[in-house]
């Protein structure tokens, strides 16, 4: 999680997702009993990211892109918060543990794929706009460096769903 120089907001954003693959894939290949510390470094980065992108990237971009895809893309947010909470409660012992942790790394694969790979992505849409993404990566950086030093010390909170209710 380690701050490099720099970045506008979309680099940001799309080096947290290259971080999160490359989690999702040490915890397919981790021994029984190594899985947990992963799965709860995924649920902590996922945390982070999504509080980036709810806090500070998605508001700046309200009436300035499709706002049905912010509206989806905070829906998808809410539907792993569900699932981050869940694998944070529990252990690696907890029924369904690898389920959960496999159909997050699916949701996120999807959410992912929304803002970055597909034709008109929510990325390539910001790009267009006069949203200053520069100064957005800075504020998003010094947030993100705030949330770390959270979550190193005291711990983040549980992730609150915003678009649903919580069950």
Do not use: W
């Not at 947990?36 to 470094?41: D, Q």
């Not at 990325?123 to 990566?137: E, H, I, N, P, W």
């Amino acid at each position: 999680m380690a701050e490099q120089g720099k970045q506008n907001a979309i680099q940001l954003l799309t080096e947290d997702h290259r971080r999160v693959e490359e989690l999702f894939e040490q915890f397919e290949k981790a021994d029984e009993g190594k899985k947990e510390p992963i799965a709860r470094t995924i649920c902590t980065e996922l945390k982070i990211h999504a509080m980036l992108e709810e806090e500070i990237f998605y508001p700046a971009l309200r009436g300035k892109i499709d706002d049905d895809d912010l509206d989806e893309a905070l829906v998808e947010h809410d539907g792993a918060k569900m699932l981050i909470n869940d694998i944070e409660a529990g252990d690696e012992a907890s029924d369904f543990f690898e389920a959960k942790v496999k159909v997050l790394q699916e949701q996120i694969e999807h959410h992912v794929k929304e803002e970055e790979r597909e034709s008109d992505n929510l990325f390539s849409q910001a790009r267009k706009t006069d949203v200053d993404l520069d100064a957005l990566g800075e504020q998003m950086a010094a947030r993100k460096t705030e949330l770390i030093q959270l979550a190193e010390t005291d711990g983040l909170p549980p992730a609150m769903p915003t678009t649903m209710e919580a069950m």
